[in-house]
């Protein structure tokens, strides 16, 4: 099985961005958690994290018949990209959307998920592990 994994924007930002709610690990620690868990699994998972709204639009493009489910937090896109969105539905490739908190549990208007539109399955506040489970339920293990 072979996994996109996308991190959107402020993705980058972890370990130094409100620590209160992400925590102190890096986005290097997020990336290593990532291929150590598939490893494990004996999934392959490619990491992409952008800023930019276009350029996960086209990693997702790209990933048309070339992988078996896509992994997304989309960070703030969530909350705002219906081109986000659109890509998922138009590759049709099972997605798992995850959030490292419980986006339910902050304020209004991060309660809104467009990818939630096209996802099998969301997964809020569980940190890093959401990953693994968002690996476990698109290879039939959850």
Do not use: W
Request: hydrophobic content about 40%; some cysteine; aromatic content about 10%.
């Amino acid at each position: 099985m072979k996994l996109l994994v996308i991190n959107g924007v402020n993705l980058n930002m972890l370990g130094i961005r409100e620590k209160n709610l992400y925590g102190t690990q890096d986005y290097r620690a997020l990336v290593k958690f990532i291929r150590a868990e598939a490893k494990k699994r004996g999934v392959k998972a490619k990491c992409f994290q952008s800023n930019c709204e276009g350029r996960i639009v086209t990693e997702i493009q790209r990933a048309y018949r070339k992988f078996d489910g896509i992994i997304i937090n989309a960070g703030a896109y969530t909350h705002t990209s219906v081109a986000i969105l659109d890509a998922l539905k138009a590759v049709d490739i099972p997605a798992v959307e995850v959030h490292l908190t419980d986006i339910y549990a902050r304020e209004e208007f991060r309660h809104v998920s467009y990818i939630s539109l096209a996802a099998k399955k969301t997964i809020c506040g569980k940190g890093f592990a959401g990953y693994a489970e968002a690996m476990d339920f698109l290879s039939g293990k959850k």
